[in-house]
């Protein structure tokens, strides 16, 4: 059973399938990466102040890594309550939605950035939330292009041309009758 699911796993399907599935990530990774680039051009960073924090559980591992949090163990999320003020003028106050493993305390200063324009796709102004999950994007979808490499590569290379000829050659020098291949013994001498 493991022979076979090893045998399917390094198999020219599966081959083709890390070639489409890391052509998809990567495109996806820098459309997003092209949207994300578009959303930090068009947006300001502003210093906000933390007026309060929820603290939750994260509900899942796959939910506090889409957070950003890696290490091992943290399971409580934090999300900070923030006042901040946009460039117009107008004063805000916003629960942010990135949930954090950091522990905020009233009253801290936090870089802030949002959209002027619709302040409500603001987020903390941290690489993680910001470039964070595309980057994995693109790490997976590089990931998987590489592995389809590392399988095209290990195909057995065809035998070259000169090899064929050369052992073709060998057979036509003697003749394939019994007699020929036989061996002649030497003349014996007559005695007299």
């Not at 102040?49 to 889409?66: G, I, M, N, R």
């Not at 939605?97 to 950091?102: K, L, P, Q, R, Y």
């Not at 802030?112 to 470039?131: M, N, Q």
């Not at 590089?142 to 090899?163: F, M, Q, T, V």
């Amino acid at each position: 059973m493991v022979k076979t699911f090893i045998k399917r796993l390094v198999g020219p399907r599966a081959n083709r399938l890390f070639l489409v599935l890391g052509i998809l990530l990567t495109c996806l990774a820098l459309y997003k990466l092209l949207r994300t680039a578009m959303y930090v051009h068009e947006s300001v960073v502003v210093s906000a102040t933390v007026t309060d924090v929820l603290q939750k559980p994260f509900e899942s591992t796959s939910e506090a890594l889409s957070h950003g949090n890696l290490a091992l163990g943290g399971s409580t999320s934090y999300q900070a309550i923030v006042r901040y003020t946009v460039p117009g003028g107008m004063v805000i106050d916003r629960m942010m939605t990135d949930a954090d493993d950091t522990d905020y305390t009233v009253g801290q200063q936090l870089e802030v950035i949002t959209p002027e324009l619709d302040p409500s796709r603001a987020h903390i102004y941290k690489w993680k939330f910001i470039w964070g999950s595309n980057c994995m994007l693109l790490g997976s979808g590089i990931a998987c292009l590489l592995l389809w490499l590392a399988l095209k590569e290990r195909k057995a290379p065809a035998p070259a041309a000169g090899s064929r000829k050369s052992a073709g050659s060998r057979k036509k020098k003697g003749s394939n009758t019994p007699a020929a291949s036989r061996k002649r013994s030497p003349r014996k001498k007559k005695q007299a």
